[in-house]
């Protein structure tokens, strides 16, 4: 699972493609969830690599 970080918000999807001009994301059963231009992503984080309890924000 991955969670798209935006300046008004989050996305969270299961699985997303590179498009020209940005971000295409999607449900585990393919569905488009939205698009997302690359300057309005701050930051994709994979869910997967980190447990809530050890991630920090500062």
């Known amino acids: 699972?991955?969670?798209?970080?935006?300046?008004?918000?989050?996305?969270?999807?299961?699985?997303?493609?590179?498009?020209?001009?940005?971000?295409?994301?999607?449900?585990?059963?393919?569905?488009f969830i939205a698009f997302v231009p690359y300057e309005n992503v701050h930051a994709l984080l994979n869910e997967?690599?980190?447990a809530e309890e050890e991630r920090s924000i500062m």
């Open 48 to 50: 997967d690599v980190y």
């Open 1 to 31: 699972m991955f969670r798209t970080i935006l300046p008004e918000g989050q996305i969270v999807c299961d699985r997303y493609e590179h498009a020209e001009k940005g971000l295409e994301l999607y449900t585990d059963d393919d569905e």
